[in-house]
């Protein structure tokens, strides 16, 4: 009996051991997951894939029967904003037009708000909750890399943690923190816009914090938008990020904090595309590459 | 050839898990009140109780292999679930010596083996700082819905697996094979 127990006591012993070490190993700054934990996490968001797509598509039947209920009430509305949009669209054309003409003249193509979309799909959540983050089913075969911008129609919801061959792992704006900053700001006529920095979630009150860096003459309203400004050199600019809900000076009195509130509902994703910006300059992405660790 | 059959049911459990987080509608996420599935772990107490004989520990070996997948594919902390399932098995494995196995029991046993997990899982992340909370709203927000909510999950599944693991076991695990 005492062997037996001298047995389990080593046992637990070896153990803690290699869980202190295992901890220690995934907390450590890693550039790349090792090979088997790829293939791990490929194989499992295979199944998920082959799993989620008819699971997908049988919501979406209900969604839509959903949706048809209060079609009639939306198409009034929608044709009255047609209306206005036909106006709005002749004079973006003619902006395209006149911006593509004066990037021509200026021998100058290239733009901080570009980007080459790629679409993809979420698969499946983390189950663990205080880790915000969701599997979407395009990888680095695809042409995604770590710390892509991720958006959906409505607005940003995150960026790429870990890309594996075939999948890759989202963080979720909800998930950000002082590791995971992003280069904001408000946009205004005359050009006085207002810089700042998204410096992580409060989990408190559920909004982003946008630390301004630079102050503008006018105060900040509520419901202005905050949109990615590009400076950071990984994500393209004009990303909406979220809207400002309040302003309160930090704790010194030196700088404020805007809480943000992100745009889109982080528990309703479906459909995603991962922004890639076009790096014409490798070494120069990598000197400015703020947004990224 | 049937010997698999454990392993690809957990092996499926755990991939619904995030497959289904992703479908669940939004209003029941969103709360105050959050949970954490362990559906995994909830097979993995009825594999301890109605498939192990006191002497072999399948469940706790399949508890570190399933354990490890869980934090690969979905924290990307190693260890972390992989010591928690492996010691919340260990116990409930520990703990069918001394009670007979019935439903009510099964319940009991799965509480005390969730309330490990959970308590061991946290009390990791809150050391390493992946998570940041009070101790006392953990209890009222996180824990007491979790094990609810993983309950009602073992409900689900009790009538549907514990005839056919008692079966597995007296087909695969007859005296004289060790583990």
Redesign the interface.
């Known amino acids: 009996m005492r062997l037996l127990q001298k047995k389990r006591l080593f046992i637990l012993l070896i153990?803690f051991i290699?869980?202190v070490?295992?901890?220690g190993?995934?907390?450590q700054d890693r550039d790349e997951?090792t090979t088997a934990?790829q293939f791990?996490?490929d194989t499992?968001g295979w199944?998920?894939n082959l799993?989620?797509t008819p699971?997908?598509y049988v919501?979406g039947i209900f969604k839509n029967i959903d949706d048809i209920t209060d079609t009639y009430e939306e198409n009034k509305i929608l044709r009255n904003k047609i209306a206005e949009f036909k106006s709005l669209q002749y004079e973006v054309q003619e902006l395209k037009e006149d911006n593509a003409e004066l990037r021509n003249t200026l021998d100058k193509t290239e733009s901080i708000h570009e980007y080459n979309p790629i679409q993809a799909t979420?698969?499946?959540?983390?189950?663990?909750?205080?880790?915000e983050?969701?599997?979407i089913n395009k990888g680095t075969q695809d042409g995604v890399e770590e710390n892509m911008a991720v958006i959906t129609a409505k607005g940003m919801v995150g960026k790429v943690?870990?890309p594996s061959k075939f999948t890759s792992?989202v963080k979720l704006l909800t998930g950000f923190d002082k590791f995971n900053r992003i280069s904001a700001k408000i946009s205004r006529d005359k050009g006085d816009d207002v810089f700042g920095m998204i410096e992580g979630y409060d989990?408190e009150s559920d909004h982003l914090l946008f630390r301004i860096i630079e102050e503008s003459d006018k105060d900040l309203k509520e419901g202005e938008l905050v949109l990615s400004s590009g400076m950071g050199g990984v994500f393209p600019a004009g990303l909406k990020i979220g809207e400002v809900k309040e302003v309160k000076p930090d704790q010194y009195g030196l700088t404020r904090t805007a809480f943000v509130e992100p745009l889109v509902?982080m528990?309703?994703i479906n459909n995603v595309i991962v922004a890639e910006r076009p790096q014409p300059d490798d070494n120069e992405s990598e000197e400015n590459g703020e947004d990224g660790s | 050839m049937r010997r698999l059959l454990i392993p690809l049911i957990l092996f499926l459990l755990l991939i619904m898990e995030g497959v289904a987080l992703d479908i669940l509608p939004t209003p029941l996420l969103k709360g105050d009140l959050d949970f954490v599935s362990h559906w995994v772990f909830i097979f993995l107490i009825l594999v301890a109780i109605f498939y192990d004989r006191e002497n072999t520990y399948f469940s706790v070996f399949y508890g570190f292999l399933f354990g490890l997948l869980t934090d690969v594919v979905y924290t990307g902390i190693l260890g972390v679930y992989m010591f928690s399932y492996a010691l919340g098995v260990y116990v409930v494995h520990g703990l069918t010596k001394t009670l007979h196995a019935n439903f009510f029991v099964t319940i009991l046993l799965g509480t005390a083996g969730l309330i490990v997990v959970e308590v061991f899982v946290n009390f990791v992340f809150s050391i390493t700082g992946i998570a940041d909370f009070v101790w006392k709203d953990y209890l009222i927000e996180r824990l007491t819905p979790t094990i609810i909510a993983n309950i009602l999950f073992l409900l689900v599944l009790y009538p549907f697996f514990v005839k056919r693991l008692v079966k597995w076991k007296e087909e695969q695990l007859s005296g004289s094979t060790k583990f």
């Open positions: 153990g290699i869980l070490a295992l901890i190993y995934s907390l997951e934990e791990i996490k499992v199944v998920q799993i989620h699971v997908d919501t979420v698969i499946s959540r983390s189950t663990e909750r205080w880790i983050q969701v599997t943690e870990t792992s989990k509902d528990y309703d």
